[in-house]
Each structure stands twice: as C-alpha cells, then as structure tokens.
C-alpha cells in the first residue's frame, strides 16, 4: 500500500492565552463640582463629592489650600472682633482687634514673645468685645470708622483717637436717644442707621452725618413673626431692563422676617415703603450671619443658606436654589442646633475667590464651609483657627479662641510661628460612589491611580470605599518636600507639565469588593498642588 503522509486531526477548540484577563479600567476628574448632598448615594455625579477637605475646586482641578503663619499673640482673650479703617487717603490704615473689652492695634505683626499694649480699653458690653463696624465719609469729607457694641454704645475713630458719641447736642453727640442703648450700625443713602437694642425701632441720623438728631423709624408692624431687628443692610444691585441700579435697605428680624424698603427719606412714606417681605426663618446669634457679595447679599438661617436676588425671584433654600442647593440640607441642621452660639458668620474674601462660612465656636475641630465663587461649588476648610474673620489689604487674618491673630492663605504649612513651620497641608475626599461598569455586578477592587500637578511629589493614602463608606482607612504618608520621589515604596511616575509643576501619579492596590465605588483619599502635599482626577480598575464579577 502506498504510504499517506500523516495529517494532523482540524483544531476544533481555538487557542487561548494562559491566562484570560477580565479587568476594566475607568477614568474620572478631579469633583470639580464640590460638595453635593442632595444626589442619591448610587450613581451621583462623578464631579462632586461626599467629602472634601482642603482642596479647593479650581478651575483645573481641587487645589490644596494654603497654610497659615502667627501674625500677633498674647491678646487680653478670644478674638471677638476685627475691625480695618482705611481712608480715602490710604494714611493711617488700621486693623484692629477686640479681645476681653480691650482693642488691639495688630496692623503689623509682632514677635510671638511681644504683649501688645490696647489702644483702647471699652469694658463693658453684652457681650463684651462684640463690634459692629463701617467705614464712612461724612457729606464734608470727614472719613472715621464707626463702630457700636451693644452695652457699651457707639464710637469713632477718625485715623488718630477713638472717640464716644454721647447723648446730648453738641458736637460728637446724639440727640433723641442714648447711643449706648445701640446694637448695630449700618449706612444707607448716606444716612447712618442703627438698631436700638432689643426693640423694632430704627434710628436714622441726617444726611451724610455721623452725630446729630436722631429719628426712630419703628419696623414692628411689618414683622408678623416677631421677636426684635437683628440687622439692617444696605443692598445695592441692578435692576431690571430701563430700571438701572437700586439700592435699597434690608431689615432682618431675630424670628426671620425680612423687609426690603426703598426710597430716599424714612420721613416719607410716600417715597420710602416696603417692596418686598419674606419669612427665612430664625437667624444665629450676634451680627454676622449676612454678607454684601458683590450684587448681592447672602443670609444664613435655620433654613441653610440663601441670597437675596434668590428671594426677589421667589427661590431659595429647597427649591430652585441655584448656588446653596447642593449644601443647605446638611448646614440647615448645623446651624438650626447652634443658634443661640457665637458666632455664625459668613465673610466674602476677594483675594481667595472664596465665600467662608464660619461655624459657630463650638466648632473645635476648627472646621468652615467654603464657597469657590469662579468654579461655583463647595468645600470645607479644616486646620483654621478662626472664631472671626476679616481681610484686610489684600490679606485675611482670623482671630481665635486663645488671644491670638493668624495670616491665612499663606505659606506651606499650617500654624508656622516666627520662623517655625507649622504642620504639613493635609486634604481629604471621598467622590459620590460609581456603578464602575454595570451597577446591579459585585466587582473586586485592584488599583486605584490619583494624579496630581505639583512642585514635589505629594504623600497619599488612596483606596477604594464600597457602598456606602465614607470613612478613610490608614495613615497618609509623610509629606517630604520639595525634591522627593517616593511615595510609600513605589516610585511615582513623573512627567513633565507645561505648566509651573509636574504631573505625579502612581498605582497603589486597592482591596476589598462592591457594586459600587468611591475614591477615599488623603494627601500631604505643597500648597497649590492640584488634584486632577483618578483612574480605578476593577474586575467584575456576577450579580450575586
């Protein structure tokens, strides 16, 4: 028989690899949104957060906070107040501080061993040190700080001498009424408007007057709520198409009603009446809880946080609110606990871009709400001793607990005294949770890479957080400074940025399994360090 030449059996079963990889991959940035509350725990944006801490949301990316460094020490005690005067001249500049009823010239800073003397000594008030300020320019030219405290009445300071303005009818004195029955002191139309204590009377001086005759104007049959004036404002905005700019004075009750009147002259009631009356809800204690920004004015309540254009277009709180929506559930419940506790106060800080919310100083974890006013979305700042905050000369500083006054938003560490740096910058985040593929699937977690710009290589504790974790496991590692490289005991991956850092961004394991999944983080790492996004990489699995 003829040989057949031998013919291997057709391959029915295709080849495979060794090992069949099941791995997926997914990007994400950096929640450039900030702070959202109101989004379900499945699935929320992947550009907001649940946590975030220290790292502000920028335009490209979450940047880590600036520290802050001792600017004055050794105050009489808390910092109750800041007050700056600063004149049309630009002489005589002064920012001032209270502390235990003595004011405190700290517009230089001082050695941390120095006692500083008072300028002034006001020791009564109810509370004591507690100032409500202004600068204004009398209809002669004359430009002095006014200032009241409940208690202890109404001063001026004219760049040299504090000055009291008491009852009566000759020069620096007010007829009508005692000014140390005042409690608050604001400026509309060129007319100083202060609130008497515990009542629903206003009282108005003349035109472009700090001193003189005083006329009440008694708000009490508007306020349906009750309670006493808490604050008078002076609102300025444009209005609608052919109507150009209003200005206009809001009234807040203790209860939460607010008025909004216009018109020239209180002694009219023609020209000056009531055009707006809304109920917001109790307002903290003390005179804080308001902030002029820019068109606007913001208030906090019981009822979280709302701003005025808001109200006017009947908006506000839950519905419609278009900037505090994402937050005023959580800071609703805060500060309807804390009313009745200083201080609650919100401060617009122009060289930050950031609108500050500072809790009441129950506070001990130093903790405040912040409001990237660009980038139009939220944050809490942590580290910052700050019982009350000013800035001044295109600085802020913040007064504390214990005597003392800090220079924030400034160097690499936080509470560097003299020339001793202070504790590293540390942030925080735990993004809204992710589906990562297909939602109802249980995935095992392998990797997650955060990435960064820098001028070094920041210190991270990375991982990924199952439904519905918000805690973060572990101890970041050190922060070493500029010129390192190492993170844990891997090296980061670096490549160059156009921009003034590097880009840094390494894998690190990830263990554990979920549906659903959230970057957790914390980071040491240079002031202005951006945090730009992260990738995780998963392998699912089945449903059950």
Known sequence: MPLVPYQHPRRTVPRRSSGTQNHQAFPFGAPLKGLDVTQPLPGGNPLTAIRLENLVPRVMGCQMRRGYLRHTSNLSGEVRSEMKYQSPLGVNKLLAATAAGDIYDVTTATSSVTVPVPVLSVPTGAPVGEWTTLNFTTNVGVHVLLMVNPGS?????????????????????????????????TVYKNRVWFIEKDTTRGWYLEFGEYAGVATDFDFGSMLPNGGNLQALINWT???????????????????????VYGGDDPASASTFQVVGRWFIGRVPVGNRFFSNYQQDVILLSERGMVFMSELMRGQGFFQNAQIAGAINSALAIEIAASLDTRYWEIKFLPQEQLLI????????????????VNNKAFTMLRGFPMLTVESFEGSTFSGDLDGNIWQCFIGGTDGQIDDVPGADLQGLVVTAFQPLGEGIRVKRFHMVRPSFISDSAPGVQAGLNSEWNLEITGNVPAYLGAGSGAWDVGLWDVAVWSGSGQSYEAWTGAAGSGRYGALA??????????????????????VL
Do not use: C, H
């Open 153 to 185: 009445g109404y001063w001026i300071y004219d760049g040299t001498t504090f000055t009291q303005i008491t009852l009566g009818a000759g020069p620096n004195q007010i007829s009508g009424i005692d000014p140390v029955l005042f409690s608050f002191v």
């Open 237 to 259: 905005y444009d209005g609608s198409s052919g109507v150009g700019v209003q200005n206009q004075l809001v009234i807040v009750s203790n209860m939460g009603d607010v008025l």
């Open 357 to 372: 919310i500072n809790r009441a100083e129950t506070n001990i974890e130093n903790l405040q709400w912040a409001y990237e």
């Open 521 to 542: 983080m914390k980071v040491r790492a240079s002031a202005d360090t951006i945090f730009v996004g992260w990738q995780a990489l998963v392998e699912p699995g089945g």
